[in-house]
């Protein structure tokens, strides 16, 4: 009777560590599942929010890199399906993402022609800083899926070029703007040193085509044409100081009327 008591209490003993390591070893699997799908929320979300900053801040994805985003998508919309299959809006939403795809990829077929770079100077400082943080992002999403394999090497190389390019464009315009500004305020100190800036950002560009080349000149131009003022400008001051001296060195020394 003794013996049977103690095996039941040993069978107790192991049946409460089971049942304990199960419990542990099921919660584990369900705080492994939230952080997996908190992780596939956090890549829609931030891809999604991309995409609208980008039509926001018109910045022209081309087909290829609006594909790749949507697969992106795609991706963790799958991943969160078969983490948790009873989700009817996660099957919804992979239908529709499946649709945008199928329609992108047509239009990728049919563009497949170098993408254009060119991109509008936001009116204000607020929204170019949007744009800039914007392009940063989409470079950032295009490593990333590059990284994975997702993307080959040509297409990452051709997309990130093109952004990179726009990047240059929203500076160098954005330098060139205030450069302006400051000839109409007669602040040409400053004006200087905006315009040696974008020629700098333009003569460090790894890629010296066309628009480059261009506008670098242009700006050179008016930089050599600000330089010949300011020279100018100093010359006639000192000319001027030279001038206020000798008047007052004529007065100082010139004969004393008598009264």
Request: aromatic share 4%; hydrophobic share 40%.
């Amino acid at each position: 009777m003794f013996a049977i008591i103690i095996i039941l209490i040993v069978a107790l003993i192991v049946l409460a560590i089971m049942v304990n390591a199960f419990q542990q070893h099921k919660e584990k699997v369900e705080a492994e599942k939230r952080t997996e799908l908190s992780k596939q929320k956090a890549i829609i979300d931030e891809t999604e929010n991309v995409i609208m900053s980008a039509s926001q801040s018109q910045i022209p994805i081309s087909p290829m890199l609006n594909l790749i985003l949507l697969k992106r998508i795609q991706g963790a919309l799958k991943l969160t399906h078969e983490l948790n299959p009873k989700t009817p809006e996660i099957k919804q939403r992979l239908n529709d993402i499946a649709e945008r795809i199928k329609m992108n990829e047509a239009d990728a077929e049919k563009n497949k022609a170098a993408a254009a770079d060119g991109i509008s100077l936001p009116d204000n400082d607020k929204q170019i800083i949007v744009t800039i943080q914007s392009l940063k992002k989409l470079r950032a999403l295009l490593r990333t899926e590059h990284s994975k394999g997702k993307v080959s090497a040509q297409v990452f190389i051709g997309e990130d070029k093109r952004l990179d390019k726009m990047q240059l464009r929203v500076n160098v315009d954005t330098l060139a703007r205030r450069a302006d500004s400051a000839i109409q305020s007669q602040m040409m100190g400053s004006a200087r040193q905006y315009l040696e800036k974008a020629i700098v950002a333009l003569t460090n560009f790894s890629t010296q085509d066309e628009y480059v080349t261009s506008r670098r000149a242009q700006l050179e131009q008016q930089l050599s044409q600000i330089q010949e003022n300011l020279r100018n400008s100093n010359a006639e001051d000192t000319a001027r100081r030279i001038e206020d001296e000798r008047n007052e060195l004529d007065e100082l020394f010139a004969p004393k009327k008598k009264w």
